[in-house]
Nanobody, 123 residues
Protein backbone atom coordinates (compact mmCIF):
# COMPACT_ATOMS: atom_id res chain seq x y z
CA UNK A 1 0.00 0.00 0.00
CA UNK A 2 1.42 3.36 -1.08
CA UNK A 3 1.37 5.93 1.70
CA UNK A 4 2.53 9.54 1.71
CA UNK A 5 2.76 11.55 4.92
CA UNK A 6 3.54 15.26 4.86
CA UNK A 7 4.91 17.30 7.75
CA UNK A 8 6.70 20.58 8.40
CA UNK A 9 3.95 23.09 7.79
CA UNK A 10 3.27 25.96 10.12
CA UNK A 11 2.53 29.64 10.55
CA UNK A 12 5.23 32.12 9.59
CA UNK A 13 5.56 35.78 8.77
CA UNK A 14 6.19 37.00 5.27
CA UNK A 15 9.81 36.48 4.32
CA UNK A 16 10.11 33.39 6.48
CA UNK A 17 11.05 29.84 5.55
CA UNK A 18 9.84 26.31 6.13
CA UNK A 19 10.99 22.86 5.13
CA UNK A 20 8.19 20.52 4.16
CA UNK A 21 8.76 16.77 4.20
CA UNK A 22 6.85 13.89 2.64
CA UNK A 23 7.67 10.43 3.89
CA UNK A 24 6.79 7.64 1.50
CA UNK A 25 6.20 3.97 2.17
CA UNK A 26 4.98 0.94 0.28
CA UNK A 27 6.70 1.74 -3.01
CA UNK A 28 10.10 2.09 -4.63
CA UNK A 29 10.78 5.78 -4.27
CA UNK A 30 13.22 6.08 -7.15
CA UNK A 31 10.84 4.72 -9.78
CA UNK A 32 8.05 7.22 -9.08
CA UNK A 33 7.36 10.73 -10.33
CA UNK A 34 7.00 12.99 -7.29
CA UNK A 35 5.51 16.43 -6.88
CA UNK A 36 4.23 19.07 -4.49
CA UNK A 37 0.86 20.76 -4.94
CA UNK A 38 -0.96 23.38 -2.93
CA UNK A 39 -4.51 24.54 -2.53
CA UNK A 40 -5.67 27.81 -1.04
CA UNK A 41 -9.22 28.25 0.28
CA UNK A 42 -11.63 28.83 -2.58
CA UNK A 43 -8.98 28.16 -5.22
CA UNK A 44 -8.08 25.21 -7.41
CA UNK A 45 -5.19 22.96 -6.56
CA UNK A 46 -2.00 24.02 -8.32
CA UNK A 47 1.28 22.30 -9.00
CA UNK A 48 4.24 23.87 -7.24
CA UNK A 49 7.24 21.66 -8.01
CA UNK A 50 7.97 18.23 -9.39
CA UNK A 51 10.94 15.92 -9.73
CA UNK A 52 10.83 13.37 -12.51
CA UNK A 53 13.83 11.11 -13.05
CA UNK A 54 16.07 13.81 -11.59
CA UNK A 55 14.62 16.65 -13.63
CA UNK A 56 12.92 19.38 -11.59
CA UNK A 57 10.09 21.64 -12.67
CA UNK A 58 8.73 24.68 -10.83
CA UNK A 59 5.69 26.85 -11.18
CA UNK A 60 6.64 30.36 -12.24
CA UNK A 61 5.22 31.76 -9.01
CA UNK A 62 7.76 29.90 -6.87
CA UNK A 63 10.89 29.86 -9.03
CA UNK A 64 13.90 31.08 -7.12
CA UNK A 65 12.13 30.70 -3.77
CA UNK A 66 11.20 27.01 -3.50
CA UNK A 67 13.47 23.99 -3.90
CA UNK A 68 12.31 20.41 -4.34
CA UNK A 69 14.60 17.54 -3.47
CA UNK A 70 14.44 13.92 -2.42
CA UNK A 71 16.43 11.52 -0.31
CA UNK A 72 15.84 8.09 -1.78
CA UNK A 73 17.71 6.40 1.08
CA UNK A 74 15.09 7.80 3.45
CA UNK A 75 12.16 7.60 0.99
CA UNK A 76 11.48 11.25 1.70
CA UNK A 77 10.58 14.16 -0.56
CA UNK A 78 11.31 17.71 0.56
CA UNK A 79 10.19 21.20 -0.35
CA UNK A 80 12.30 24.04 1.00
CA UNK A 81 10.15 27.17 0.89
CA UNK A 82 11.90 30.51 1.33
CA UNK A 83 10.89 34.17 1.06
CA UNK A 84 7.32 33.20 1.81
CA UNK A 85 4.49 35.49 0.81
CA UNK A 86 0.89 35.66 2.05
CA UNK A 87 -0.23 34.26 -1.31
CA UNK A 88 1.75 31.08 -0.56
CA UNK A 89 -0.77 30.24 2.15
CA UNK A 90 -2.55 26.95 1.62
CA UNK A 91 -2.57 23.23 2.19
CA UNK A 92 0.48 21.60 0.66
CA UNK A 93 0.25 18.04 -0.65
CA UNK A 94 2.79 15.63 -2.01
CA UNK A 95 1.81 13.33 -4.84
CA UNK A 96 3.28 10.31 -6.59
CA UNK A 97 2.84 8.32 -9.78
CA UNK A 98 4.45 4.94 -10.58
CA UNK A 99 6.38 5.95 -13.66
CA UNK A 100 7.07 9.05 -15.72
CA UNK A 101 4.47 11.75 -16.06
CA UNK A 102 4.42 14.05 -19.07
CA UNK A 103 2.86 17.11 -17.48
CA UNK A 104 4.75 17.39 -14.17
CA UNK A 105 2.56 20.05 -12.55
CA UNK A 106 -0.81 18.62 -13.59
CA UNK A 107 -2.67 17.00 -10.73
CA UNK A 108 -4.45 14.48 -12.98
CA UNK A 109 -1.10 12.82 -13.65
CA UNK A 110 -0.74 11.60 -10.06
CA UNK A 111 -2.71 8.86 -8.38
CA UNK A 112 -1.28 8.82 -4.86
CA UNK A 113 -1.70 11.75 -2.48
CA UNK A 114 -0.84 12.60 1.08
CA UNK A 115 -3.21 14.21 3.55
CA UNK A 116 -1.51 17.61 3.38
CA UNK A 117 0.29 20.02 5.68
CA UNK A 118 -0.92 23.58 6.24
CA UNK A 119 1.26 26.60 5.50
CA UNK A 120 0.02 29.98 6.68
CA UNK A 121 1.93 33.16 5.88
CA UNK A 122 0.99 36.42 7.57
CA UNK A 123 1.91 39.86 6.32
Amino acid sequence: QVLLLESGGGSVQAGGSLRLSCAGSGFTFNTYSLAWFRQAPGKEREGVAAIIDGVVTYADSVKGRFTISKDSAKDTLYLQVNSLRPEDTGMYYCAAYPGEVFTPLADWEYNYWGQGTQVTVSS
